[in-house]
């Protein structure tokens, strides 16, 4: 196994030379265009994330609850339902997805 993989390794390192040199990428100027980016607006997203207590991807806020993660689609409606109905509100009829 160990000489197909340094044989993949190898084909894959010329592979990415093959592909740089057909696309003609000039790696100075896409260093500089990073590096002239103005971070600011991530900086106060992350700030803001800091600020929530977000720690994860995604995060959602509904009524005042966090939730994190990843969740299935019936529970989230079973949550934004709940919301509709304290608020005296019939939560809107959904047609089956599946």
Known sequence: ?????????????????????????DVSAIHACVAKQDASVIKKSQLEADTLGIVRTPTLFINGAKIEGVVPLPFLFQIIDGTFRSQGIQPPVVANTK
């Open 1 to 25: 196994m160990g000489a197909h993989s340094s044989q993949g390794q190898r084909r894959d390192r010329r592979n990415r030379a093959c592909n740089r040199k057909q696309r003609q990428l």
